[in-house]
Nanobody, 122 residues
């Protein structure tokens, strides 16, 4: 089993910044993908930013130019620096990871964190 623990959410004014963290722990051999999605009330969960094992990043359209994803591979942790926040960035931010737990097991499994609330006031 793998646990993802997010932190760093909160209330911020328009134009402000927040930094989210997601730490993965448990049975981890390798992490194939790790990143962030968000869900606003009444909306579907959408991509914010992800990091792949090949070092590539992928950003959702709303995050490009304002958010930066980074990682600390030694700590199995990913960070999301969010700048120039807007009210439409409000939502619950979820960490997702696709993890291979053992070199003897071919399959990788997807895990989600509990989510952290981000509220941007106008």
């Amino acid at each position: 089993q793998v646990q993802l623990v997010e932190s760093g959410g909160g209330l911020v004014q328009t134009g402000g910044s927040l930094r989210l963290s997601c730490a993965a722990s448990g049975s981890i051999f390798s992490i194939n993908l790790m990143g962030w999605y968000r869900q606003a009330p009444g909306n579907q969960r959408e991509l914010v930013a992800i990091y792949t094992s090949g070092g590539r990043t992928n950003y959702g359209d709303s995050a490009k130019g304002r958010f930066t994803i980074s990682r600390d591979g030694d700590k199995n942790t990913t960070y999301l620096q969010m700048n120039s926040l807007k009210p439409e960035d409000t939502g619950v931010y979820y960490c997702k990871a696709i993890v291979k737990s053992s070199p003897r097991i071919a399959a990788s499994y997807q895990y989600w964190g509990q989510g952290t609330q981000v509220t941007v006031s106008s």
